[in-house]
Antibody, heavy 117, light 111 residues
Framework: QVQLQESGPGLVKPSETLSLTCTVS????????WSWIRQPPGKGLEWIGY???????NYNPSLKSRVTMSVDPSKNQFSLKVTSVTAADTAVYYC???????????WGQGTLVTVSS | QSALTQPPSASGSPGQSVTISCTGT?????????VSWYQQYPGKAPKLIIY???KRPSGVPDRFSGSKSGNTASLTVSGLQADDEADYYC???????????FGGGTKLTVL
């Protein structure tokens, strides 16, 4: 059974960079699309973007200028960076594996990132 | 504002059926048969319960069913049970750079 686990700082200062890593266990990271999705407290889900293990990426246009994703197949990990964060970036961040088009079949447990000074 | 429109709440009594709608546009729900539904309990990650409009992943009870007509997709939960009480989110593949859009979520209450 594939399992995903997010890791990274739970508190980030405004204007700084949010960095998270997702470690995949129970299966290879290769040949799949891996996404980041976030959920502000009490609100709905927002797709941030995905990366394929080939390195190709696709980001939500609303975040594209501030988002970078990378993948390290040797460690079975992929990562997210969001620059110039504000309070609006406060959310639970989920890493996930895409199944069919638009379907997210495996999710991490999520990690709360708070943007505050 | 979410890209897909869902009612904020829905409710039903145990044993009854309830249907949750998800309205998109001709750029997402209306053109692609890639609508998914997720169930989310408080403090937990979402769980995929329907994909490609009406397909169920292994282990999801057949009490959950999905359909689509035009720009609106629907999730029907039949034979409501207490543990169906959760938030439900729809999503749709939107093609190209958008990739996937989500609904705002519907809180299902079992009376």
């Amino acid at each position: 059974q594939v399992q995903l686990q997010e890791s990274g700082p739970g508190l980030v200062k405004p204007s700084e960079t949010l960095s998270l890593t997702c470690t995949v266990s129970g299966g290879s990271i290769s040949s799949y699309y891996w996404s980041w999705i976030r959920q502000p407290p009490g609100k709905g889900l927002e797709w941030i973007g995905y990366i394929h293990t080939s390195g190709s990426t696709n980001y939500n246009p609303s975040l594209k200028s501030r988002v970078t994703m990378s993948v390290d197949p040797s460690k079975n990990q992929f990562s997210l960076k969001v620059t110039s964060v504000t309070a609006a970036d406060t959310a639970v961040y989920y890493c996930a594996r895409q199944g069919g088009l638009g379907a997210t079949s495996y999710w991490g447990q999520g990690t709360l990132v708070t943007v505050s000074s | 504002q979410s890209a897909l429109t869902q009612p904020p709440s829905a409710s039903g009594s145990p044993g009854q059926s309830v249907t949750i709608s998800c309205t998109g546009t001709s750029s997402d729900v209306g053109v692609y048969n890639y609508v998914s539904w997720y169930q989310q309990y408080p403090g937990k990650a979402p769980k995929l319960i329907i994909y490609e409009v009406s397909k169920r992943p292994s282990g999801v009870p057949d009490r959950f069913s999905g359909s689509k007509s035009g720009n609106t997709a629907s999730l029907t939960v039949s034979g409501l049970q207490a543990d169906d009480e959760a938030d439900y989110y729809c999503s749709s593949y939107a093609g190209g750079n958008i990739y996937v859009v989500f609904g705002g979520g519907t809180k299902l209450t079992v009376l």
